[in-house]
């Protein structure tokens, strides 16, 4: 079918009661190009009382209902054709009307769904689309709303290729050819029987034909039917994630010697291998999963799914040390697949949050029994013929997985996945805690009665778990490890081809005794313990990787790694912050793409990094106990300059695999401590801050392996403006990130000079969206004004046409500049 993009022309506003409007139009429309995020602009609002969807898992922005509208011009000529609106994502519980009718719905959020729209259509003159979609308490995370990401018309005629009608296996792999089997599924809408020729190309990235067939097929009316072929590449390319070779298959429908449909699609040639001795194997080469988790919010532009805002997180998080990206949790854009394939990303997609029991209030789980199924499909539709995709993750968290009935709801979704894609693995990310979690009181009683309370002196599961409940992680970790979730989970697990644990590494060990052939991946974990999990997942055979929570920072679940300091009103940290916090803080990169100093420290213990590195904690708290919850690093920030602190203490943190490090303050050395894994990869120094330069030696048997220096900015403070890319396409999806950075005249960042910037954006781009990574502020994305954080903002351009987009910034106390950025 041919494929247009659906983008333009829309209007949205928030949904008003019919009756409101009898008398005229009670809220304006304002124009919108998808995709589009109806929820980042509103204001956001204080609580007053309990937090719930609108509080501070939603960044405490608001719900709503929101109605989009588009008119479009339907030729004469596409009257018999078959035409599809096609929807790549709509938060949530969307319906769809055309010309007043009814033409469809999806209530769940990510799913890609396609509406039939030729028979509502009007050939030869102008139609409207409707769409209406509904956020409210029904997720724990900033979701976003509205049609947030592409969407298509597809228009074939009444004998074509379906819509996801290729896809590519490549089931025998070695050094000489690869088997690429395509199987194309043709439909007949006609009355009539049809016999056509699928031909099959298979081309290389260069578009060299390595491989073709051609194939006839007799298709009855309303009887879809497949062609198969087996094609032969020799010498293949294979894909990995250090080399990502990709391939096209190509398919031409032909009739009487007439074309009548083709279809490309992309896809990889390599092989997956699954077993506790050699863990997961890709091309025969063991792989260890260094993960991420991420949710899918793009920060300064909410939820809104641009191809580019993609591809530039997964490159960045591929830069950062990772591997793998598990989506969390729910299925994963198709950009952002597109991207891992092309970037070198292995992911592991996940299908729900939910299943029967409610996480939220008005949460997917009202539609799941009805829905699954569907949502199911569709996620594999989409991954289908990703080569980045290694799994599919059925669930997260999920309560039910403690039950027997639970694990029969468990069964149906991976089988069903199974009998989709039969090339891929199937895991559950399940919470050990949270399945017991009726059984918990009953636990704790005995814990409480083994330990003897007082004394404090009994051994054994229960008294573990009453002395650790003081650390939610390690409580989840030791009650992971208990009897009772050995017994109540045996029957979920045995469900998976991989065991997805959170937050449970005390049964990697443990598991390898109990179940010999449990496979197990860490699907989320505590990033403040990577040096624990990785020595685990390098120990273990059977533990194939690590996802931590989290790779990116996103909006909502607002300050679960904040910073905390305990006071005789607080004496212990609190989970979630309160109004105006925004971002969760705790990812590697945060919500801008800008390395946190986590992220050097687990490209550290992942091996990949020789320097060591430096980061100092923020010197107005020395003193203060420092406290936070297990996802929370410490305050700690890479730069060396802090005015107002001269003379007074200051605490520095150096991260290194090497034997020792040395600290040197301006020359002077503040003495050697031991690093390593031994010691956790870390040293700290307390000495006294002074500007100039700071710097950390790293060595391994005596002999320097590498250095890191530190300068205090000086001078006046001067704004910078860096584009990510001197020129950029005209396409849909992509943008410009503009960095806006406060340094000296030597190009040092001046991380303690925040200043509010304003920009100016001019030619042939808007500006979609302009933001910080500052963790708690009032300030909106929309604006053109916006304060930096630890001298830092970010702009984010879209182009309008072919030209230039003009950028002007300034700020007080600096000279202004300016950025051209070409669109080609």
């Known amino acids: 079918?041919?494929?247009?993009?659906?983008?333009?022309?829309?209007?949205?506003?928030?949904?008003?009661?019919?009756?409101?409007?009898?008398?005229?139009?009670?809220?304006?429309?304002?124009?919108?190009?998808?995709?589009?995020?109806?929820?980042?602009?509103?204001?956001?609002?204080?609580?007053?009382?309990?937090?719930?969807?609108?509080?501070?898992?939603?960044?405490?922005?608001?719900?709503?209902?929101?109605?989009?509208?588009?008119?479009?011009?339907?030729?004469?000529?596409?009257?018999?054709?078959?035409?599809?609106?096609?929807?790549?994502?709509?938060?949530?519980?969307?319906?769809?009307?055309?010309?007043?009718?009814?033409?469809?719905?999806?209530?769940?959020?990510?799913?890609?769904?396609?509406?039939?729209?030729?028979?509502?259509?009007?050939?030869?003159?102008?139609?409207?689309?409707?769409?209406?979609?509904?956020?409210?308490?029904?997720?724990?995370?900033?979701?976003?709303?509205?049609?947030?990401?592409?969407?298509?018309?597809?228009?074939?005629?009444?004998?074509?290729?379906?819509?996801?009608?290729?896809?590519?296996?490549?089931?025998?792999?070695?050094?000489?050819?690869?088997?690429?089997?395509?199987?194309?599924?043709?439909?007949?809408?006609?009355?009539?029987?049809?016999?056509?020729?699928?031909?099959?190309?298979?081309?290389?990235?260069?578009?060299?034909?390595?491989?073709?067939?051609?194939?006839?097929?007799?298709?009855?009316?309303?009887?879809?039917?497949?062609?198969?072929?087996?094609?032969?590449?020799?010498?293949?390319?294979?894909?990995?994630?250090?080399?990502?070779?990709?391939?096209?298959?190509?398919?031409?429908?032909?009739?009487?010697?007439?074309?009548?449909?083709?279809?490309?699609?992309?896809?990889?040639?390599?092989?997956?291998?699954?077993?506790?001795?050699?863990?997961?194997?890709?091309?025969?080469?063991?792989?260890?999963?260094?993960?991420?988790?991420?949710?899918h919010d793009n920060g300064p532009l909410g939820a809104a799914t641009f191809a580019r805002a993609e591809e530039r997180r997964v490159q960045l998080l591929k830069d950062a040390g990772f591997n793998a990206i598990r989506m969390s949790h729910h299925p994963m854009s198709k950009a952002m697949l597109d991207a891992c394939d092309r970037v070198g990303m292995l992911v592991v997609d996940e299908a729900f949050d939910m299943w029967t029991s409610a996480k939220s209030g008005f949460d997917y789980s009202l539609h799941f029994p009805e829905w699954w199924e569907r949502?199911?499909?569709?996620?594999?539709?989409?991954?289908?013929?990703?080569?980045?995709?290694?799994?599919?993750?059925?669930?997260?968290?999920?309560?039910?997985?403690?039950?027997?009935?639970?694990?029969?709801?468990?069964?149906?979704?991976?089988?069903?996945?199974?009998?989709?894609?039969?090339?891929?693995?199937?895991?559950?990310?399940?919470?050990?805690m949270l399945a017991v979690m009726s059984e918990l009181p009953a636990l704790m009683r005995k814990a409480r009665e083994a330990s003897g309370e007082a004394t404090g002196g009994a051994t054994g599961e229960g008294a573990g778990i009453n002395t650790l409940m003081a650390d939610v992680g390690e409580a989840m970790n030791a009650i992971s490890a208990?009897?009772?979730?050995?017994?109540?989970?045996?029957?979920?697990?045995?469900?998976?081809?991989?065991?997805?644990?959170?937050?449970?590494?005390?049964?990697?060990?443990?598991?390898?005794?109990?179940?010999?052939?449990?496979?197990?991946?860490?699907?989320?974990?505590?990033?403040?313990?990577?040096?624990?999990?990785?020595?685990?997942?390098?120990?273990?055979?059977?533990?194939?990787?690590?996802?931590?929570?989290?790779?990116?920072?996103?909006?909502?679940?607002?300050?679960?790694?904040?910073?905390?300091?305990?006071?005789?009103?607080?004496p212990k940290p609190a989970h979630v912050a309160d109004h105006p916090h925004l971002t969760a803080d705790c990812g590697d990169l945060d919500i801008t793409g800008h390395r946190r100093p986590a992220s050097y420290y687990r490209e550290i213990v992942f091996g990949l990094r020789t320097q060591p590195y430096l980061a100092v904690q923020r010197p107005q708290h020395h003193g203060k106990t420092f406290a936070g919850m297990p996802w929370a690093w410490t305050d700690s920030v890479a730069g060396w300059t802090w005015p107002g602190h001269e003379g007074q203490p200051v605490t520095v943190e150096v991260y290194s695999a090497a034997d020792e490090v040395e600290l040197l303050v301006n020359g002077r050395s503040a003495g050697r401590l031991p690093v390593g894994e031994e010691h956790r990869y870390r040293a700290e120094f307390d000495t006294v801050y002074e500007p100039g330069e700071l710097l950390a030696i790293a060595y391994r048997g005596g002999v320097e392996t590498g250095r890191h220096l530190l300068r205090s900015a000086t001078g006046p403070v001067q704004l910078r403006a860096q584009a990510d890319r001197p020129v950029i396409t005209p396409a849909h999806g992509d943008l410009a990130y503009v960095a806006l950075t406060l340094t000296d005249a030597d190009g040092t960042p001046h991380t303690s000079a925040d200043r509010e910037v304003t920009v100016e954006v001019t030619g042939d781009g808007v500006l979609q969206g302009f933001g910080s990574a500052a963790p708690a502020t009032e300030e909106r994305f929309d604006t053109t004004v916006r304060r930096t954080y630890q001298g830092r903002a970010l702009a984010v351009l879209r182009p309008t046409g072919i030209g230039k987009i003009h950028l002007r910034a300034t700020a007080p106390g600096c000279e202004p500049v300016e950025t051209v950025i070409g669109v080609e």
């Open 1 to 295: 079918m041919i494929r247009v993009t659906f983008n333009d022309g829309w209007r949205y506003r928030p949904k008003v009661n019919p009756f409101a409007e009898l008398s005229g139009p009670a809220a304006p429309y304002t124009d919108v190009t998808l995709p589009h995020d109806a929820m980042i602009g509103q204001d956001r609002v204080a609580p007053h009382g309990e937090a719930t969807r609108e509080g501070g898992a939603g960044a405490y922005f608001p719900g709503g209902v929101f109605e989009y509208r588009k008119t479009f011009f339907v030729p004469e000529e596409h009257r018999g054709r078959r035409i599809l609106i096609e929807f790549e994502g709509v938060y949530r519980d969307a319906t769809v009307h055309i010309n007043g009718d009814y033409a469809g719905q999806r209530p769940y959020g990510y799913s890609r769904f396609r509406v039939d729209a030729d028979r509502f259509l009007r050939y030869g003159q102008d139609n409207e689309i409707r769409v209406e979609a509904r956020a409210h308490e029904d997720s724990r995370w900033y979701t976003g709303a509205g049609i947030y990401r592409d969407t298509w018309m597809l228009t074939g005629e009444v004998v074509r290729i379906a819509p996801d009608g290729v896809r590519v296996t490549t089931p025998d792999i070695d050094a000489e050819r690869a088997v690429v089997e395509v199987a194309t599924t043709v439909e007949n809408d006609s009355i009539a029987i049809r016999t056509v020729d699928v031909v099959t190309e298979v081309r290389d990235a260069a578009g060299t034909v390595l491989a073709s067939a051609t194939s006839k097929v007799t298709v009855m009316p309303g009887e879809p039917a497949t062609a198969r072929p087996r094609l032969y590449v020799r010498d293949p390319a294979l894909w990995s994630t250090a080399s990502p070779a990709l391939h096209t298959a190509e398919v031409a429908l032909r009739e009487a010697g007439a074309e009548v449909d083709t279809e490309t699609v992309t896809f990889g040639i390599r092989s997956l291998r699954l077993d506790p001795r050699h863990g997961l194997r890709v091309n025969g080469e063991t792989v260890k999963l260094r993960g991420a988790c991420v949710h």
């Open 375 to 432: 949502d199911i499909e569709a996620m594999v539709a989409k991954d289908f013929n990703h080569p980045s995709v290694i799994m599919y993750s059925i669930g997260n968290e999920i309560p039910e997985a403690g039950t027997a009935v639970g694990a029969v709801w468990g069964r149906r979704l991976a089988e069903k996945v199974r009998s989709l894609d039969g090339t891929r693995y199937v895991t559950n990310a399940v919470n050990n």
């Open 482 to 570: 208990s009897q009772l979730v050995t017994h109540r989970t045996a029957e979920s697990y045995g469900v998976l081809d991989v065991a997805g644990m959170n937050y449970s590494d005390s049964r990697y060990a443990l598991d390898r005794d109990l179940f010999p052939d449990r496979i197990i991946l860490g699907t989320e974990t505590f990033p403040t313990r990577i040096d624990t999990y990785w020595r685990l997942v390098r120990q273990h055979d059977h533990v194939i990787g690590d996802f931590t929570w989290t790779g990116w920072d996103y909006l909502g679940e607002v300050g679960i790694g904040r910073p905390q300091y305990l006071t005789p009103e607080n």
